[in-house]
């Protein structure tokens, strides 16, 4: 099965430190890569995609940072977290074929104090 | 005006009801459409996938889509109590496309 891990599963950390969230994904190869945030009762917001290897694309101007180091692996990072960071963290795939429909995986829940 | 619109509810329901969520778009491009369902502090989980227009059936669950008035819907026969979540519904213009999400709706479904 296509299994999608992040962690940790939840972090408190303080304004102004750095940050680095995990995503790895199982059972398939070269898959496409998302980073969301979903805010306290708001929408998914796409941070970040990834098509291959080093290959990172950027939807939103922010203090975040993603890295593709692995075919399986996506790291999003901060230098100095904010406030405005807390939120919940999700990685998701899409799929094999026709790439339309993401897969999410269990999520980060970040709170930035 | 959001591209996609969804009315954030709560929706409360009693158990054994038909449950129907309902999602508006404005972009006539987009082709491809999902519902997925999260549990409070879960990732979201995909429930169902259509392409186009027409109605896609899978167990107590019914999705439709109709493009001529941009607006899809998610069926739920015989709700339970363990239907309570957030559903969210998605789409996308085309094959690896970014997905536009709508906010939510959540349900609860009381015993």
């Known amino acids: 099965s296509q299994t999608i891990h992040q962690w940790p599963a939840t972090l408190v950390q303080p304004v102004g430190s750095p940050l680095s969230l995990e995503c790895t994904v199982e059972?398939?190869?070269?898959?496409?890569l998302y980073w969301y945030r979903q805010a306290a009762g708001r929408g998914l917001q796409l941070l970040f995609y990834s098509v291959g290897i080093g290959q990172i694309s950027s939807e939103v101007p922010q203090n975040l940072s993603a890295s593709r180091p692995q075919d399986r692996q996506f790291i999003l990072s901060s230098k100095k977290l904010l406030l405005s960071d807390s939120g919940f963290y999700l990685c998701a795939r899409d799929s094999q074929g026709t790439r339309s429909e993401q897969y999410f995986g269990p999520g980060t829940r970040l709170t930035v104090t | 005006q959001k591209e996609v619109e969804q009315d954030p509810g709560p929706l409360s329901v009693p158990e054994g009801a038909i449950v129907s969520l309902n999602c508006t778009y404005s972009n006539s491009a987009f082709q491809y459409f999902m519902w997925y369902r999260q549990y409070s502090r879960k990732g979201p989980e995909l429930l169902m996938y259509?392409?186009?227009?027409g109605n896609k059936e899978d167990g107590r669950f019914t999705a439709q889509v109709d493009k001529s008035s941009k607006y899809i819907s998610l069926f739920i026969r015989d709700s339970q109590p363990s239907d309570s979540a957030t559903y969210l519904c998605a789409m996308s213009r085309t094959g690896f496309q970014k997905l536009v999400f709508g906010t939510g709706t959540r349900l609860l479904v009381s015993p």
């Open positions: 259509t392409y186009s227009s």
């Open positions: 059972g398939t190869s070269n898959p496409n």
